[in-house]
């Protein structure tokens, strides 16, 4: 089982940036699909992005393509997700989750998630 602690979260104005990290430990699998989750009050928790551990490949929700970016640092077990010109419907806890299948956005198909952060993007 791999262990997840996310990081990054604050307060930040429209059109402003956040990096969020999530840091894993424990068993840390080299074909691990590591993704980025968020859950605003009253809603579902949906799939923001995912990165394959072992080539980096990625993949996106369409409403943060060429505004968010994730990336990873195995020698550091980290997965970052750089969030740019950021917009008052980005506010949500943001969760990373690891599983194996790659392309999935199903909650249900990542089994280790992390205690999430708060972003907060005010007008």
């Known amino acids: 089982q791999v262990q997840l602690v996310e990081s990054g979260g604050g307060l930040v104005q429209a059109g402003g940036s956040l990096r969020l990290s999530c840091a894993a430990s424990g068993r840390t699998f080299r074909n691990y699909v590591v993704g980025w989750f968020r859950q605003a009050p009253g809603k579902e928790r949906d799939f923001v992005a995912a990165i394959r551990r072992s080539d980096g490949s990625t993949y996106y929700t369409d409403s943060v393509k060429g505004r968010f970016t994730i990336s990873r640092d195995n020698a550091k077990n980290t997965v970052y997700l750089q969030m740019n010109s950021l917009k008052p419907e980005d506010t949500a806890v943001y969760y990373c989750?690891?599983?194996?299948?790659?392309?999935?956005?199903?909650?249900?198909?990542?089994?280790?998630w992390g205690q999430g952060t708060q972003v907060t993007v005010s007008s």
């Open positions: 989750a690891a599983g194996f299948i790659y392309g999935s956005r199903a909650v249900d198909n990542f089994g280790s």
